[in-house]
């Protein structure tokens, strides 16, 4: 589906702006199973023309290999025109010998470099320099501090610190960092000078955990929220839970695969589906700006954008609301603000404007 400019976006408090659809970049590098090149290529080409203009990768993902592929599908592109985060705190070096044996962290790659976490000032350094290489780019938008859930106090000390000074340096526009948690996540916002977060999985349809830290605090001192993860790892992804669905990448319990057909019969009921929903419901939140979802190869990103558009009614929320089957936010902004400045109005989106 081409479009003839950028899809809405939500600006953060330094100013960036990130289309409210981004693109993942963890199946660029080979998530579980081998994407060629021309699929890497194709996914990103239709993000573009879908209007994604926000692109997030990491180090992790493939050990440096998406960041090669999404580098390269962006070459040529106006630089002015898209926003791209990547990853600190996994140094990625040689790892001799092991280049026959397959990588362990779940890419399908050579395990020819090993990671390393480090959130030292020096590791912060390396690792964006690195970042930049493997892109090809002068400069990265959005650098977000990678899964420190057992390195909080250097994180939140070093790590952050170097962060800062980089951005009052202008070499990033905005800091933050992205994990799997919102408790973690809430002390570097209440402790720290982010700019957004990026949460994966607990602010979803099935999942609300986000509600009773993260999100308060985020909406309160101004900082962004970048939702990943809203399919939970699957179960969320299809019309109706698929048999073997997974949830936070395991085998997904009776009560989720229940609880999700139900939501599948309420969005059925209003003329929507479960993606769609499950797209949709944290935009919903004042604090978030991005939905990243992850695409290998061009038809999956063309389905992500057209999830994207197809709106769920507002009365589903209300629905939902109703019989306690997910909470509903009613304080989320009422008007999108688009790249050129303009807004455009949106149905599902209740309270004053942002």
């Not at 340096?169 to 916002?189: T, Y």
């Amino acid at each position: 589906m081409n479009v003839t400019g950028p899809l809405p976006s939500r600006r953060l408090r330094g100013g960036l702006r990130l289309t409210e659809l981004g693109f993942g970049a963890a199946q660029l590098g080979n998530l579980h199973r081998e994407t060629s090149d021309a699929d890497a290529e194709g996914a990103v080409a239709a993000a573009w023309d879908a209007g994604i203009r926000y692109f997030d990768t990491a180090p992790h993902y493939g050990l440096g290999l998406s960041e090669r592929r999404l580098g390269a599908a962006l070459a040529g592109r106006p630089r002015a025109e898209f926003m791209v985060s990547t990853k600190v705190g996994r140094l990625l070096v040689p790892n001799p010998g092991a280049a026959r044996r397959a990588d362990d962290g779940g890419f399908a790659v050579p395990a020819d470099l090993r990671r390393v976490w480090d959130f030292s000032r020096d590791g912060v350094l390396r690792s964006l320099e690195g970042s930049l290489e493997r892109l090809g780019l002068d400069r990265v938008d959005i650098v977000y501090l990678h899964d420190p859930d057992d390195h909080g106090e250097q994180a939140a000390t070093s790590g952050v610190d170097t962060l800062v000074e980089l951005r009052d340096q202008g070499v990033v526009g905005a800091i933050g960092a992205g994990m799997n948690q919102s408790a973690m996540l809430a002390e570097l916002v209440g402790r720290c000078d982010l700019d957004l977060v990026m949460l994966a999985g607990r602010y979803t349809l099935l999942d609300q955990r986000a509600l009773d830290d993260l999100l308060p605090l985020a909406e309160a001192r101004g900082v962004g929220v970048v939702a990943a993860g809203v399919y939970n790892s699957g179960l969320l992804s299809r019309d109706r839970p698929a048999p073997g669905a997974t949830y936070d990448y395991l085998p997904a319990p009776a009560a989720l695969v229940a609880r999700a057909h139900t939501l599948a019969d309420r969005c059925e009921r209003h003329g929507t589906t479960l993606p769609a929903a499950a797209v949709a419901y944290p935009l919903r939140h004042q604090a978030v700006v991005s939905v990243v979802l992850g695409a290998r190869d061009a038809r999956q990103s063309a389905a992500n954008a057209e999830r994207y558009r197809s709106r769920p009614p507002e009365e589903l929320w209300a629905d939902l609301a109703r019989d306690g089957l997910v909470p509903d936010i009613t304080g989320a902004p009422a008007e999108r603000a688009t790249e050129n400045g303009s807004a455009s109005r949106t149905r599902n989106h209740q309270g004053p404007s942002a």
